[in-house]
C-alpha cells in the first residue's frame, strides 16, 4: 500500500488540544472523522506510540501520520450483484463474499462493498465520502456479515454502538493444534507491525485488545472455534489466534511460513457468522446469522473425515 508520510511537531499553541482535532487543522484536505479513523487503525501516533483520538497534545509532542494514498472521493456506483440479509430506510446487513473488498483503497478502485452500496442506494453519499456508510470492516480474505449505515443518524447510532463493544460479533474460525481448555479470553494489545507496515502485531504500544474463543470441535490437528470479538482492532482475531500459536488456517499473513496442506482452500478460514445490534429505526435488539459459505463448508467437512480416520 502507498502512504504519504506527514511529521508533525506540536507548538506551544495547540497543546492541550485533541488529536483527532491536531491532525485535522495540521494535515491538507484531512477531515477530523478520517483524522479519527486513521487513528484507531493505527496509522497516526504520537511520540511512536499508538493512542486514542481524544489524546490531549502537549507541545514537543511528535505526531507522525501514515496516510494511504490515492484518497479519491470519486466513488463509482456498480452494479455488483449483494446477498442482503435486512435491509430497511436505515441500514443494510450483507453477508459479503471472500475476494471482496469493503472500500477503495489503494489497488482497489473499484469491485468494493462501497461501490455496489452506491449503485443500490444512490443517496448514501454521507459522512467520510471515501467510506460512505461504513461502520466496521472485514478482512478481504473473510466472508460473512456487515452493517452498512445508510443515513448520517443510522451511522451515529451504530458508531455509538461499536464505541461502547454493545455490537455483537461472533465468528467461525477453523485454526491450528488442540486447545487444552475449551474457552477463554485473549487479552494482547495489538497495533502495526514496526517494520512491516501490512501487518498487525500484538505490541506493548498497540491498543487494547480481546478477543474471547471458545472451542466448537475437535478436529484433531485442527480445531474449529468461536471467536467473539469484544474490541474491533484490524486483522484482530488472525493476530490474537496467531500470538497463542493457534493460527488461522490458510492464513496468508499470519500462519507460519512452511509448507501444509491446504485443503483446497484459498484463503483464510474466517466467516463472521453473527452480528447483533439494536436497529436505528426502533431501537429493537436485532441478531443476523449467515451460514458457512460452501468453500469453508467443504473444508470442514474434509478435516472431520481426516479427523475420523485418524482416531
Not at 61 to 88: A, F, G, K, M, S
Not at 211 to 224: I, P
Not at 237 to 244: D, K, N, P, S
Request: charged share 25%; with cysteine.
Amino acid at each position: 500500500m502507498s502512504e504519504e508520510v506527514v511529521a508533525l511537531h506540536v507548538a506551544s499553541n495547540y497543546a492541550g488540544t485533541r488529536l483527532d482535532r491536531f491532525v485535522a487543522l495540521s494535515v491538507a484536505d484531512m477531515s477530523r472523522s478520517y483524522a479519527r479513523q486513521l487513528i484507531s487503525e493505527g496509522y497516526i501516533r504520537v511520540n511512536q506510540r499508538e493512542v486514542k483520538p481524544s489524546q490531549l497534545v502537549e507541545a514537543g509532542d511528535q505526531v507522525t501520520v501514515w496516510r494511504p494514498l490515492p484518497q479519491t472521493t470519486d466513488i463509482q456506483p456498480e452494479h455488483i450483484p449483494l446477498q442482503i440479509v435486512y435491509e430497511d430506510a436505515d441500514i443494510v446487513v450483507v453477508n459479503k463474499a471472500s475476494g471482496m473488498v469493503v472500500h477503495p483503497a489503494p489497488g482497489h478502485a473499484s469491485g468494493t462493498l462501497v461501490n455496489a452500496l452506491l449503485y443500490r442506494y444512490p443517496d448514501l453519499r454521507l459522512g467520510n465520502d471515501v467510506r460512505p456508510g461504513i461502520v466496521h470492516r472485514l478482512d478481504q480474505g473473510t466472508s460473512g456479515l456487515i452493517v452498512a449505515a445508510r443515513n448520517d443518524q443510522a451511522m451515529h447510532a451504530l458508531t455509538e454502538q461499536q464505541k461502547s463493544r454493545a455490537m455483537h460479533k461472533v465468528y467461525l474460525a477453523v485454526v491450528e493444534g488442540r486447545f487444552k481448555e475449551p474457552e477463554g479470553v485473549i487479552n494482547a494489545p495489538i497495533g502495526r507491525h514496526p517494520t512491516d507496515r501490512k501487518r498487525q502485531a500484538v505490541t506493548a504500544s498497540g491498543r487494547e485488545a480481546r478477543t474471547h474463543y471458545r472451542v466448537m470441535e475437535d478436529l484433531g490437528a485442527y480445531t474449529l472455534i468461536e471467536a467473539r470479538l469484544e474490541t474491533g482492532r484490524t486483522h484482530q482475531i488472525r493476530v490474537h489466534c496467531a500470538y497463542i500459536q493457534h493460527p488461522v488456517l490458510g492464513d496468508p499473513l499470519y500462519a507460519p511460513r512452511k509448507p501444509r496442506a491446504s485443503f483446497g482452500l484459498e484463503r483464510q478460514f474466517l466467516h463472521a457468522y453473527k452480528l447483533g445490534f439494536v436497529l436505528p429505526s426502533d431501537a429493537m435488539w436485532r441478531e443476523f446469522t449467515a451460514p458457512l459459505p460452501d468453500d469453508l463448508a467443504d473444508v470442514l467437512e474434509k478435516l472431520r473425515v481426516i479427523a475420523r480416520t485418524r482416531r
